[in-house]
């Protein structure tokens, strides 16, 4: 198993996305190689979210 950070994000305005904080996930080197590989890859920036927030459409 690997702790590895993980990105909190949130919408701060209108369609731009902010990273308000991070989380420890823990991966295991075998079945998630993959997601591990692409944060060595991109360090020292956490993982990003599976989701990230959507915008919703306005009423009108």
Do not use: F
């Not at 190689?33 to 991109?42: F, M, S």
Request: aromatic share 2%.
């Amino acid at each position: 198993m690997q702790a590895v950070p993980k990105a909190i994000v949130e919408k701060s305005r209108g369609t731009q996305l902010s990273v308000v904080g991070t989380r420890t996930v823990h991966l295991c080197s075998i079945c998630d190689a993959g997601i591990l590989e692409t944060y060595h890859r991109n360090r020292p920036n956490p993982l990003m979210p599976d989701e990230l927030p959507t915008i919703q459409p306005r009423e009108q």
